[in-house]
């Protein structure tokens, strides 16, 4: 090998050193990649936590499953819950009535890792506490959930009896 072509092959050799170090360095400074998107049985099994939450009776469960800064526009009142006051206040009532909830239509949408909402249609068995007496209440539902902190929460809940026919 001639002077000039040691020469030659030492820079391309260089360049291909310097460009390698760059691409790992610009991937390293990317950070780690996102979390994958979660699946719909994943969030669908949020409502069935949910759910679990109203059967312990206690407003206080029921409401750890919704953030900090959450909307609740719930089934069984004309009044919007927008803190945690709220939420415990109208599940209270609520829980009265040992509600035992079930979903007849779910439409899931998983927007990217950390969020997603559910839609559809649920029916809960509502027991009267005085009398004893059941009734049935469809209503259609939405729930919109965000991991924060690891943890999947309800940050908006809306409910509202199906319209009479």
């Known amino acids: 090998m001639t002077r000039t072509t040691r020469i030659r092959a030492a820079l391309v050799t260089a360049a291909v050193v310097v460009t390698a170090a760059t691409v790992s360095a610009g991937v390293s400074a990317a950070g780690p990649e996102k979390a994958p998107k979660p699946g719909k049985k994943q969030i669908a099994a949020l409502f069935d936590g949910w759910n679990a939450a109203l059967r312990t009776h206690d407003p206080d469960v029921v409401a750890d499953r919704y953030a900090k800064d959450a909307v609740l526009l719930p089934t069984l009142s004309d009044e919007v819950r927008a803190d945690r006051a709220g939420i415990v206040d109208y599940m209270e009532h609520f829980l009265q009535n040992k509600p035992v909830g079930e979903k007849i239509e779910t439409h899931i949408n998983v927007l990217d890792s950390d969020s997603a909402l559910d839609s559809g249609v649920y029916r809960f068995t509502l027991t009267d506490p005085v009398t004893g007496k059941k009734r049935v209440v469809e209503a259609r539902y939405t729930y919109e959930y ?20």
């Not at 309800?154 to 009479?164: F, G, K, Q």
């Open 146 to 165: 965000e991991k924060r902190g690891g943890k999947w929460l309800i940050v908006n809940h809306h409910s509202s009896a199906m319209p009479e026919s």
